[in-house]
Structures are given as C-alpha cells and as structure tokens.
C-alpha cells in the first residue's frame, strides 16, 4: 500500500482521509488554520432534502461514517424551515472534537497548522508540497481538498472586504490551492451580477446577544422565522453561494436555526438595520465577526477533473468538495472526498478507480457537476442535493429517495453495497 497526503481539512479533505485510510492506505491530513473541519466549522445544516438521499446512499455504499459522527454531534433533527424538509442541524462547538477522534481512531496522521505553499511535479506527476522553506512532504498520491473560500484579495475584489470570518486568513495565511500550484488552469464561478465567485450565504450571532424568550422557541424548535417589514428586507439573494435559500422566504423573514450559535440565513446584514428586529437589539455577529458588512467570497478556484475525481493533466491528484465543482455542502464534500480518498488509496495499490453510476444521486451529481460541462453550461449555478437546480434535477430523474430499504435496493442493484468498506 502506498502513501496518501491530502491538503486542506474541511469536510472533503476529513472524508478523503478516512477513505483512502479505510482502504488500507497510509495518510496524512495537513490542514493550514489549527483546526479541522474549515468552513463546516460555521456550517451545521445536513439531512434536508436531496441530502436524506445521499446519506442513505453513502450508508449503504460503506462511507456514511462521517454522517454517523454529525449525528452524535446533532442538536436537532427533522427540523423544518422554508423550502426545506428533515433537515437536521449539528453543534458547531462540538464537531470538530468528534471528527478528530474519529479519523485518529482510523489511522489518518492528522497535521494542523501546516500549510502548503508549493508543489514540485516530474513530468505528470506531484512528487512532493512544501510548507514554506522549511519543510517538504513526498507521497504517491496527493489529494486536493484546500477549498475555495477566500483569501483575503478575492473576498477585497469580488466582495466587501475581509469580514474576518473563520478561514482566518490574516493569521495562518490564505488559501493555496495545490492543483493550481500544479499548472491546472481552475475554473472561475460567476455570480448573478456578473461578478466572480459567490458570498457565503449565512453568519452566525452570538445567543447571549438575543433576547431570552427568542433564544427559548430557537432552542426548543431549532428554527425561527421573523418576518421582516419591507425597510429591513435586506438580503441579495442573487449574491448568495448556496442557490437552495434563494427564495423569497429568505428575503421577506429572517430565518435562524440553531446550530449552538444562531445561524442566520444571510449573507451578511448591517448591524443597525438589524438591531432593529425585535428580540435583536443587542444582537452580536460571532462568524464572521464583520458580519454587518459582508462574507467571505468562494468558488474562484475549481480545478477541472474527471468523473473519478482525478484531476485533469496529472496523474496522481485527485480532488473533491469545492474544489471538485461549483458544489456547495457539507453532505457535497462528504461524498466526493469519500470517492476521491477511495481512488487515491486504489491508485496506490494500482488498482482499478471507482466511478459511481447515475442511478445514484451521489453518482449524478458528480458527473453533472463535471466543471469541464461548463462549455454547456454557465457558471452561475452553485450545485446541491439540497434545493435550486440540481434538487429539481433529481425529482425529475426520481433519484430523491427518503426510505432507507429502497436506496438499499438500488445501490444493491449497482452492485455497490459496502464497497467503500471492502
Ligand atoms: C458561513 C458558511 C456557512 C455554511 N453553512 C453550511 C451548512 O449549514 N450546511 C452545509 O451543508 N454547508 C454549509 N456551508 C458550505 C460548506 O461548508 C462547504 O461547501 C463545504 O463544507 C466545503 O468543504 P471543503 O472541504 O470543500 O472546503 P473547506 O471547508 O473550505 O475546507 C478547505 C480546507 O482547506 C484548508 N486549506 C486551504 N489551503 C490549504 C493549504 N494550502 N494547505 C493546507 N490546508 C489548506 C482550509 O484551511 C480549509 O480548512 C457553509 C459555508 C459557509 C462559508
């Protein structure tokens, strides 16, 4: 069995790693900022609508031990809020914790605050990435999981300004990404006004900051929707990278779920207009902290690939989460960086790589969210199980599937039951 380093530990890169160590491989996690999990780390939504389906999916397929751990970390479930059903809502606090057991548990050698700055390739192949001057790592076979959130000089170009949010990029350096440090030309989002990238669609308040009887229904019901009048609807929906909450709703309520903090649907909202909703007048932003003015801007760096989530004109990388597709989700990245851990572990055995069929939801998305369809397609759409474009999209095919026997059947059918786990 060869060596596998995967760059970057949000959901993906967690995913990948566990994968391709379940499959017998040796791996290493490296991750710039001094915990795991990225942006997962203000996230929390999982399990509403397309999303049931592929965790079944991944349950069955082998590779739902991720979701498991999301579960013992859940503060609610079956909650439902506009467009949205049996959601389920994770605590951002205690995530992280779980996560980090679990891949010890399974081997991964798990490395913080280790950034790659830069890769050396021979021919079509990585052969090792460094970080900074004083260290370099060789492998067999790397796998891209850095992300697309920030740095710094894109949210300052295509968004507001630095809102300080949780990729901490003043403190641990920005985002590098590795495939584009390897000569891959990346893909570039677009947005509704023409502009590149997207704004990160929700910011999360401190609860001590809000009124108690409020905190109280957010507590019990894990959601509260206030409706706004007409002078505070401030949220531009066409900004947004997650399309699933571009719904009027969002616009004419302020929607906040519990997730240990108060999440609020929104890309960001100023301060004052927002302390003028009852029960908010002392409402404070905790990510990102310049939450009145903005969010970090993402999906500026997607790298082309192919269906097994090997990445184009390079023989031993792979890639998955945000970096794999305009995909947006923790439910997204899970299920690409279990693919792409999967191959990356099989290529160093020399096996043959997994590609997974489109009589599944998980296998569907992957080929529709195929950066190199972009020729067919603009680059506006953001793509997930959970709502907008490619939820239709798997209504119509009727891959949305909620009954646990029947997506059994199906991956049973594809002859794919407990592969990841073979
Ligand atoms: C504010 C916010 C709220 C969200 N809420 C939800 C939600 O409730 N539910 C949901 O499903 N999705 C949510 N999302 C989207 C979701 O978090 C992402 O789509 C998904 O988790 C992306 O995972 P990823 O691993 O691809 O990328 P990321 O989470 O961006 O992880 C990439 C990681 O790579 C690291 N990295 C980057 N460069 C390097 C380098 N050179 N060396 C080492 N490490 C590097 C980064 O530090 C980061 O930890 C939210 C996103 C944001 C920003």
């Not at 609610?76 to 049996?86: L, N, T």
């Amino acid at each position: 069995m060869g060596s596998v380093l995967v760059i970057g530990a949000g959901w993906a890169g967690c995913a990948a790693a566990l994968a391709a160590a379940r499959r017998g491989a040796e791996v290493t996690l490296l991750e710039r900022t001094d915990q795991l999990l990225g942006t997962g780390l203000v996230g929390g939504i999982y399990r509403n609508n397309g999303r049931l389906t592929a965790l079944l999916e991944a349950e069955a397929l082998g590779c739902g031990h991720l979701f498991e751990v999301m579960d013992q970390a859940a503060r609610h479930k079956d909650v439902e809020f506009p467009g949205h059903s049996h959601a389920a809502l994770y605590d951002v606090g205690q995530i992280e914790f779980l996560v980090r057991r679990h891949l010890l548990a399974a081997g991964v050698q798990v490395r913080t605050s280790a950034r790659v700055t830069d890769v050396r390739i021979k021919e079509d192949r990585l052969t090792q990435v460094e970080l900074g001057e004083a260290e370099s790592i060789t492998a067999d076979i790397f796998v891209d999981t850095t992300g697309s959130a920030g740095g710094i000089h894109n949210c300052g170009r295509f968004g507001n300004g630095c809102a300080m949010c949780v990729i901490r990029c003043p403190s641990f350096g920005p985002r590098v990404s590795v495939a584009a440090k390897a000569g891959v030309l990346e893909i570039m989002g677009m947005r509704g006004e023409g502009r590149p990238g997207s704004m990160s669609g929700s910011c999360k308040l401190c609860k001590d900051s809000l009124d108690s009887a409020l905190v109280k229904k957010l507590e019990t019901n894990g959601v509260v929707v206030i409706p706004l009048p007409a002078v505070l609807r401030h949220a531009e929906l066409e900004n947004k990278a997650c399309q699933q909450y571009n719904l009027p709703a969002f616009k004419e309520n302020l929607v906040l779920l519990d997730t240990g903090h108060a999440k609020m649907m929104s890309s960001y909202f100023p301060l004052d207009l927002l302390q003028q909703i009852p029960g908010l007048s002392q409402a404070r932003y905790v990510d990102p902290y310049a939450g009145g003015m903005g969010n970090s801007i993402r999906f500026t760096a997607v790298a082309p690939r192919d269906n097994r989530l090997k990445v184009d004109g390079l023989d031993n990388l792979f890639c998955a989460g945000e970096k794999a597709g305009f995909l947006v989700g923790h439910t997204e990245a899970v299920v690409t960086g279990s693919l792409a851990g999967f191959n990356a572990a099989a290529k160093s055995d020399g096996a043959k790589l997994l590609t997974l069929p489109d009589s599944l939801a998980c296998g569907d998305i992957i080929a529709y969210s195929n950066p190199n369809r972009q020729k067919e397609r603009p680059r506006m759409q953001r793509i997930t199980f959970s709502g907008a474009e490619y939820f239709a999209r798997m209504q119509k095919r009727g891959l949305y599937l909620t009954d646990r026997d029947t997506v059994q059947g199906l991956v049973k059918e594809a002859g794919l039951i407990n592969i990841f786990s073979k």
